[in-house]
């Protein structure tokens, strides 16, 4: 607003404040480099709040405009943003992890170790990394539930269902391979408990064990295979699917509301 | 404002402007949700970087597979499929149930596609008590079952009289030694042992025993006159089990037998005891006339699923000890496994 005001002469302290603040934003937003980053202005006039969404591409998720219901937290609670907010943390998270580790059974137990004595942050990094996973996992059931309560799952919003439901697997398949990475005690058993379950699906239980688990026991074919799985397979997957799914909620209209 | 000083004062109208009143109810994203937003991941950053400070993640002794830490235990998602291992077939339990489960979840926009109260929370006239009565339904059937399960476990405090849900059976004779066949059903004791009744759904393809007097006609299993259960049940071939058809594993029943009573009790005993405890509370709740339209349905079923999974997952963590014996949280404790064997 203050832009398009006739400037007068300050006439005390706070107007001459105004005045300086107003140099600055000037400086710092309507400068050419600036400009050439973000196309539209500082978002403080509604056509440059819906122009910084659209023309901005991670805020592009968002359409410009929105239902004065679903800002409401306790539409959402954030639940489906925040999930995707942990994957973006562990992301971020499991690529310094990954400079320090080696998917070997000589040394991955090891690295994990060293990572946590030896290097500067690693054991916050990693418990991060430990504890964003546990609530990612929580935050999808409680993303699923919030959309199931709401009947936000109701035509013509099937198809993104079904792909949450893809994301709900995805997620609970990318922690149980993380489990298994730091190869200790607990990785171990709790494995092979997992091996046990693949192990006994009818018919196929035998194929289940040697093609997701490299064999017929835990072992290095398994650490390598859950790495692999872990570290590219499954996080690409997961946000093909998640592409998918923002995309699907701005293509079925925005998120549901009553009709 | 101003959609609100319309709809007081238009007299019903039929054709509704929506287009127009929608814009009216909108707001922009940024500011509005993206702020949202944005607290919403600075908070959950602080939170999880103070927790990481003071709450280390578990780094246990380096992987041994010689040594079995008891109980080893799944992750906390998936120990309620181990926790159903405990009480029916492992294909069932691991697989089959979970899959299904799945299933159901991705088909039910497909089967309730009524648009009624949509992207409201509980937007329809009984859902709230629906869920509530079904979580706790969930909640104490799944735990009542574990517990009925567990029938070796004495239920009341110690200076109580023993209560234990295999003394519900311990009518059931126990088997004299070395007789061929028993006739009234009997249950099989370890020697030297007090009797028991069943312990456990399993006992009944193993502990328990009858025979009925079987007349030797068309190639039935057993060979002396008399039907021996479990065990002239426990191998009986599928048809066309020996005939050579398909290319390999395609064959799904080449050299298939079936273990009648393994499937009576890991199978048909607990699959019969889900489904019915699943119609029956949907029952009772639709002569109660709280259950009107499909969507009613999904709401059970939905959190009879999401509240037995929580639960039986509880049970996993804060309820088994060694052996997978089920015992109070305090009493847990695991052994790591024998010490000498852990590697330099
Ligand atoms: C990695 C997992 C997931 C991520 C990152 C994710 C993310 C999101 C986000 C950001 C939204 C926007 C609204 C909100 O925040 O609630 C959303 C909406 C939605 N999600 Fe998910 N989601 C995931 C898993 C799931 C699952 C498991 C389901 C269901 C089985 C699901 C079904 C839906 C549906 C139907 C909508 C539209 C809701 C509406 O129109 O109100 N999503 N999701």
């Known amino acids: 607003m203050a832009v398009t005001e006739e400037p007068g002469k300050p006439r005390n302290w706070s107007e001459r404040i105004g005045v300086l603040q107003d140099r600055i934003y000037d400086k710092v937003f309507h400068n050419y480099v600036w400009q050439s980053i973000f196309r539209s202005g500082y978002p403080n006039t509604p056509r440059n709040q819906m122009l910084v969404v659209a023309t901005n591409v991670f805020l592009h998720l968002h359409p410009t405009r929105i239902h004065r219901t679903h800002v409401k937290i306790t539409h959402t609670y954030c639940l489906g943003g925040l999930t995707f907010f942990m994957f973006l943390i562990l992301t971020v998270t499991g690529v310094l992890l990954m400079f320090y580790y080696v998917p070997d059974v000589n040394r991955a137990y090891q690295d994990i170790a060293a990572l946590e004595t030896n290097v500067k942050f690693g054991l916050l990094m ?13 935050l999808v059931f409680l993303h699923m539930m919030r959309v199931f309560y709401t009947g936000a799952y109701k035509p013509p919003r099937e198809f993104n269902w079904v792909v949450g439901v893809i994301l709900l697997v995805l997620t609970l398949v990318l922690s149980f391979t993380g489990y298994l990475l730091p190869w200790d005690q607990l990785a171990l058993w709790a494995v092979t408990v997992g091996h046990g379950i693949g192990g006994s699906a009818p018919y196929f239980g035998d194929e289940t064990q040697l093609v997701v688990f490299g064999g017929y026991e835990v ?40 009709l | 404002m101003a959609v609100e000083a319309q709809r007081a004062a238009g007299p019903a109208a039929p054709a509704r402007p929506r287009p127009k009143r929608e814009r009216e109810e909108e707001v922009l994203v940024w500011p509005d949700l993206v702020f949202v937003e944005f607290i919403a991941a600075v908070l959950f950053t602080i939170t999880f970087t103070i927790l990481s400070v003071f709450i280390n993640a578990p780094l246990l002794n380096r992987a ?38 799945l299933g159901f979840f991705a088909v039910i926009p497909y089967l309730d596609r009524s648009r009624e109260a949509q992207g409201i929370w509980f937007g329809t006239k009984y859902s709230v008590r629906l869920t509530v009565i079904a979580a706790i339904y969930a909640v104490v059937v799944s735990f009542g079952l574990v517990v009925f399960d567990a029938g070796d476990r004495n239920l009341t405090p110690e200076f109580m009289p023993t209560v234990r849900t295999e003394m519900l059976t311990r009518w059931i004779p126990s088997c004299p030694e070395g007789t061929d066949h028993v006739g009234f059903p009997c249950l099989k004791d370890e020697a030297g042992s007090p009797h028991l009744g069943i312990t456990n759904t399993k006992d009944i393809s193993k502990r328990l025993e009858f025979s009925v007097p079987f007349p030797k006609v068309f190639g039935n299993p057993t060979s002396d006159g008399e039907l021996d259960w479990p065990r002239d049940l426990g191998h009986i071939p599928v ?41 029956l509370i949907i029952y009772i709740l639709f002569r109660l006339g709280w259950v009107r ?44 496994g024998a010490g000498e064997l852990h590697p330099p």
Not at chain 2, 273 to 279: D, Q, R
């Open chain 2, 239 to 279: 048809p066309f089990n020996n005939v050579d058809c398909c290319y390999g594993s395609l064959h799904l029943w080449k050299g298939m037998y079936l273990n009648i009573p393994d499937i009576i009790a890991n199978q048909v005993i607990p699959l019969v005891t889900i489904v019915f405890l699943a119609l």
């Open chain 1, 126 to 138: 990693r418990n991060i990394h430990r504890w964003t996973a546990h609530a990612m996992v929580i």
């Open chain 2, 293 to 336: 339209t499909k969507r009613d349905i999904f709401i059970i079923m939905f959190t009879a699923v999401l509240a037995s999974y929580l639960t039986l997952s509880l049970v996993g963590s804060f309820f088994r000890g060694q052996g997978q014996a089920l015992i109070p949280p305090w009493e847990i404790k695991v052994d790591e």
């Open chain 1, 219 to 258: 072992g290095p074919n398994t650490l390598i295979r859950f790495y692999t799985l872990h570290v590219i397979a499954l996080p690409l997957l997961a946000a093909i699917f998640m592409a998918v799914h923002f995309w699907r909620i701005r293509r079925d209209g925005g998120m549901a509301r009553p």
């Open chain 2, 64 to 101: 041994n597979p010689v040594v079995t830490p008891n109980p080893s235990k799944a992750p906390w998602y998936f120990l309620n499929l181990q926790e159903l291992l405990l009480h029916m077939d492992k294909a069932w339990a691991g697989v089959l149930l979970p899959t299904i489960a």
